[in-house]
């Protein structure tokens, strides 16, 4: 409606007392306008015929970008319409490692629930494709999911990607979708979207937690209590069922500098004493399990957060954990429950203090964010170890305040083993660069503000030419900047994610240094303050400032790894060491996060274009049309540095004899069309030859 209130206040300057209403200005410019987009009265039809053209080339319209309808079954009970972008797909779905999927509701009058899948980029999402799904009253259960399936086995079998990560809020159709097409990869839940549900969870006194299953917790941990469970399980129901009243600080025992109050070892049999007489064995006396004791007053006790600068996730949970913390609720709606969460009959029952809920938030946080590849205190711990000691202690902080019903909930809905590999970041070996769908929720943001704000819910056709016509072309005008090859040897913008990193370098490298004792590792990138694994960027003051500052040319070439360390760059060199240290480049690996093609070395620019020593002069003449120039003897004779990882491939080799592994063959790199026919690349590491560059992205 913007433009009508435009268009009017233009008209009543020339008219101020025109023959017409704006009423009748609006309708003449929707009659007009919708000939862009309404092909048929029936609005499905319509969207259908629009994919259909847009799925052709259009010769003479610039900015039209191409689309590709994907077939869907039909479902009884629902209506859905899909397409994939193969401009995006084309250019960058062979570096896609990480794969997002979200829904939005209100963008349409026909209420189809909007579906989006994003792929990460170099920190930013992108859209590969969409799906509009609407349901009726007599829908089959299970559809959406099936619907959902069949747009993921797609985009996994005809655009082959190789997807490492997965990630959704809590929508339980997308999470089985996923684990569905994708079983060999993480599955990430989204880490608000896991704190908003334990927060509404706990801020409801009556609602009973679910079947807590104790013989499967004590299976897997000996020092879980059969006796500790929820009221409703226990065989006393009517035994002392003590629960603190006011929050109890919780603490970290450290002795000699260990940390003390961890999960005890598992033992490999039941501790027992055998009595034998004679070498003859008279009686095997079962003993209780070693009991823990508190610490005496000369053990070292030291808070939880001991390092001062958490980082902007510390902040966020903070506010967030703090905002209507004690707010309480007698009960909640039914759809925010599973059919065992029933509503208690005792007035009395309280689910969880308004005290302890703070505290709680604050430990799912941590076990959450913790990772193999971020150092603690007492060193980096494995996935095993991780998993173990945040059971302990979450499970001894509930056994402490007396919070049994939480402790269920919190196993039943989070601990156990099925439900632990869905959140936490510990149970995969690389280190995803998502762990929120913010890239996802800004996608919606943009969509609603940028192209729907003059648009009150429109029909779906409408919906679907702005997806192809407005919201693809912006897309894919961003994706182009981030390109590597994007303005080659001319200064380049900061990409989204290198600005919040460069501000985030700024404000920790200020901050004061508390003079306490960390192992600050800046080849590994590790520091054991701790607070690393909750910064959004997995920075720390210790490690931005035990490293020299950095060029200006490292801002723009930062790039966040999955793998160990998390940045490697040329310019992060410790502060002290000495000079000369060779810089051994990265393997390459995609699935690792090495998926630009220029890592910065200038030198590979020298040399009066020594890419050209990749192909004889006979192809060399085929592909330029012209001859090329003699090499310099400065040319000829320069050689790669030792300390890099590379082939060597010689000139005369013809391009069929060059070996797919000796250099980076951008085509193959990236994602085929479906129609053509072109072997899979295997996600190997790449190399790129100091003499060799090129102006394409792999």
Known sequence: MGIIFKLWDKILKSDPTPSYSRKAVYHLWSDQTCKNWKRDPDEVKSAKILLDEASKPQLGQKGLYVVQPIPLHEEPGFTAIAFALPEVLRQWGGRIREVALDSAWNTNGSRFEVYALLGEIYGSGCPMGYILIQTSENKQTGGKERYLTELLSYFKTTWKIKALVTLTDKDISEINAFLKVYPEAKYQLCFWHCLHAIKSQLSILQRKPKYYDVKEAMKEFDWIEETFVPIAQSKEPNSNTYVAAKAIPHLKIRLGGVLQNTAPEQPPVSPHLTIRLNGVVQSVIPLSKPQRTMPEDNEDIINDNDSTDGGDLSGKVERFISKDIETDAEDGPDWMFDEEEVKSND????????????????????????????????????????????????????????????????????????????????????????????????????????????????????????????????????????????????????????????????????????????HTNVDDWTCTCGQQKYNCHHLCKHLVQA????????????????????????????????????????????????????????????????????????????????????????????????????????????????????????????????????????????????????????
């Open 547 to 698: 490293v020299n500052p950095p060029e200006k040319r490292f801002w723009c070439e930062v790039v966040r790894r999955r793998a160990s360390p998390i940045y490697q760059h040329p310019a992060l060199t410790a502060k002290g060491s000495p000079n000369g240290i060779a810089y051994v480049e990265p393997d390459g690996s995609i699935s690792d996060g090495d998926d630009h093609i220029w890592s910065g070395d200038y030198n590979i620019l020298k040399g009066g274009g020594g890419w050209r020593k990749t192909f004889n002069n006979s192809e060399m003449d085929k592909v330029l049309g012209k001859r090329q120039r003699e090499p310099t003897e400065t040319a000829m004779n320069s050689q790669p540095p030792p300390n890099l990882r590379t082939r060597d491939i010689p000139s005369e080799t013809s391009v069929d004899q060059i070996d797919s592994g000796a250099i980076i063959d951008l085509t193959m790199s990236s994602s085929p069309a479906p129609e053509q026919n072109i072997m899979d690349v295997e996600d190997e590491p790449f190399y790129v030859s100091s003499n060799t560059v090129s102006g394409s992205h792999q």
């Open 347 to 518: 007035p009395n029952y309280v689910f969880c203090p308004a005290p302890h809920r703070k505290q709680v938030l604050h430990l799912f946080t941590k076990h959450f964010c913790q990772h193999p590849l971020f150092a603690e205190r007492d060193g980096k711990w494995t996935a095993e170890q991780i998993r173990r000691n945040a059971v302990y202690e979450m499970y001894s902080f509930c056994h402490t305040r007396g919070l049994r019903e939480v402790w269920g909930y919190l196993w039943a809905c989070w601990y156990s083993p099925k439900m632990w590999k869905l959140w936490a970041r510990s149970t995969s070996p690389i280190l995803p660069r998502l762990r929120t769908t913010m890239s996802v929720e800004n996608f919606w943001r943009q969509l609603k503000h940028d192209y729907l704000h003059h648009v009150a819910r429109p029909r779906l056709d409408h919906l679907v030419w702005i997806l192809i016509n407005k919201v693809t072309p912006a897309y894919i005008a961003r994706a182009e900047i981030m390109n590597d090859s994007y303005r080659l040897g001319q200064p380049k913008q900061l990409t989204t994610y290198q600005k919040y990193f460069k501000s985030s370098w700024k404000k920790l490298s200020e901050l004061t240094l508390s003079g306490k004792e960390y």
